[in-house]
């Protein structure tokens, strides 16, 4: 009995991504530069050479890493723990949406400042005015 193993199906993966970044061929080709029955055939290959992964990946937005290590197992694990950690330490514990980033104090003192020199300026345009009567 021999047991075959599945094949590293690169274009399949591209494909799969592609469609869960809710993008179409069309897209992807422009991004790329190139025309969607080239991309067509991309997504068909068994492999490709590096440097169109490499752009590829960046086309679609991640790395090539992740479209060689890609797998429909992985993405189920990957969201399962997005939804399942995003609401209490957000995702893998590193951003907690519930945390500002900024102090909001500083965000009121500048906008503060903005208005104030804003009234400034139009305190001595009005006054320029007055002075050419």
Same mark, same amino acid.
């Given at each position: 009995m021999s047991i075959t193993t599945k094949q590293n199906h690169i274009g399949?993966?591209?494909?799969?991504i592609r469609e869960l970044r809710d993008m179409?061929?069309?897209?992807?080709?422009?991004?790329?530069?190139?025309?969607?029955?080239?991309?067509?055939a991309i997504e068909n290959s068994e492999t490709i050479d590096d440097t169109k992964l490499a752009e590829v990946a960046k086309a679609l937005g991640v790395s090539a890493e992740a479209i060689k290590n890609f797998t429909e197992e992985n993405m189920i694990s990957y969201f399962n723990n997005f939804y399942d950690n995003s609401t209490s330490t957000g995702i893998n514990g590193m951003f907690n949406p519930t945390?500002?980033?900024?102090?909001?104090?500083? *965000?009121?003192?500048?906008? !503060?400042?903005r208005l104030v020199l804003a009234? *400034?300026?139009?305190?001595? !345009?009005l006054e320029k005015l007055l002075k050419d009567k």
């Open positions: 399949r993966k591209i494909s799969r179409k061929q069309e897209a992807l080709a422009q991004a790329l530069g190139t025309s969607q029955q080239t991309v067509s945390q500002c980033t900024f102090n909001p104090l500083d *965000k009121v003192v500048e906008l !503060y400042e009234e *400034k300026e139009k305190v001595e !345009y």
